[in-house]
């Protein structure tokens, strides 16, 4: 497999159209101004758009004909379905999204006995270049806007609401775990948080602490981050505790080094409260010695904290190419108990989406 170069700056592409949810509340009573509109009509709008979940303005009836003329430049089109698929039962829904360019991104929908998460992307691709990723391998196309981040999120509210996972259900979580590295798309990423967590009609009104920003290690990105308020669980794509390796599964630790990664992950953890995930994709005789277990235990134990950290052990999910595959049981199950005795928590992700590409490392944004 030909190793594919970082790229942490996305490529020029036409810039989305201006949406309500690219704009904070001022800027929005703002942009009404520009319109010709009292400001309380944008607010009218936010109450549809982040509290109903709507974007149809013609069932906004408490707005004047005119008005809602004059406002859908703030409701262009963003993100169209293409293509969705479902598995497990119907409990997970993914969603293949046209932009209004043509470029292609994916999110998914998940149901569960205790809540409803959708896993969005904050790229087109990603530039990380992680060689058992699928959506890494495919390269980085360009940076979503904050606008399209939260349409994907704004629409699978309203599905999870209308039934679409079997019965109605509420939103609670959100995870940037979707295509993309979201701290290479630092401040539209940051802004989409705030629209997300935002009580309505400011924004949808989702608990911070439902909220998870993953990413492979961006060191600077991480302090400042952890410098704006926002209580959200970071989560750490480590993979192997080990430099040598990690230079080659996670490209970017030849920049930033494991434990420049864990002491920004023990900062964050310091500032906001909230304890650190650390992500490892198991991969059979690649990152799942019983001494990588050790180390990473101690490592986080030293390093972190082990009331500031829990790792989330992801058996490996098959990719188009790859020659890697998930470890077996007996050794994950080690894996597992050598974490633990380690003080660290340690659990295994349920694997959801499989069948459809919709699992961790299989999206790609392909109509097949």
């Known amino acids: 497999m030909t190793a594919l170069p970082l790229v942490f700056d996305a490529p020029k592409r036409a810039t989305p159209p201006r949406h309500l949810a690219d704009l904070d509340p001022a800027d929005r009573r703002g942009v009404a101004g520009e319109l010709g509109l009292p400001a309380f009509r944008a607010d009218q709008l936010a109450r549809h758009y982040f509290g109903r979940f709507t974007a149809d303005l013609d069932a906004m009836t408490d707005l004047p004909a005119g008005a809602r003329d004059t406002l859908r430049a703030l409701l262009p089109p963003l993100v169209t379905p293409v293509l969705e698929q479902s598995c497990d039962d119907g409990a997970t829904r993914k969603t293949l999204w046209k932009g209004h360019d043509g470029t292609r991104a994916e999110s998914v929908l998940m149901g569960y006995p ?118 959200v669980t970071l989560a750490v794509s480590l993979h192997t505790p080990d430099d040598e390796l990690r230079d080659t599964l996670v490209p970017v630790n030849n920049r930033w080094k494991v434990s420049e990664v864990l002491a920004a992950a023990r900062r964050y953890a310091q500032a906001t409260g909230r304890r650190v995930s650390i992500e490892y994709a198991l991969i059979r005789d690649v990152n799942d010695q019983p001494w990588r277990a050790d180390l990473l235990g101690t490592l986080l134990r030293q390093q972190v904290g082990t009331k500031r950290v829990h790792v989330n052990l992801i058996p490996l999910n098959p990719t188009p190419g790859s020659q890697w595959d998930a470890s077996p049981r007996r050794v994950q199950d080690e894996f597992v108990a050598r974490v633990q005795a380690a003080g660290v928590a340690c659990t295994v992700r349920d694997t959801r989406g499989r069948e459809i590409a919709a699992a961790c490392g299989q999206l790609a944004a392909s109509q097949a």
């Open 114 to 231: 205790d809540r409803a998460t959708v896993c969005v992307s904050s790229q087109a691709g990603c530039g990380m270049a992680c060689p058992f990723c699928a959506t890494g391998q495919g390269g980085l196309q360009r940076n979503l806007s904050t606008g399209e981040i939260v349409e994907q999120v704004r629409q699978a509210a309203a599905a999870a609401r209308d039934g679409a996972l079997g019965r109605p259900a509420r939103l609670s979580n959100v995870v940037f775990m979707g295509m993309g590295e979201p701290l290479a798309n630092y401040k539209r990423v940051v802004a989409a948080v705030r629209r997300i967590t935002e009580p309505s009609p400011d924004g949808l009104g989702i608990s911070a602490r439902g909220v998870t920003v993953s990413t492979v290690g961006l060191v600077p990105a991480i302090d400042k981050l952890a410098a704006e308020g926002l209580p």
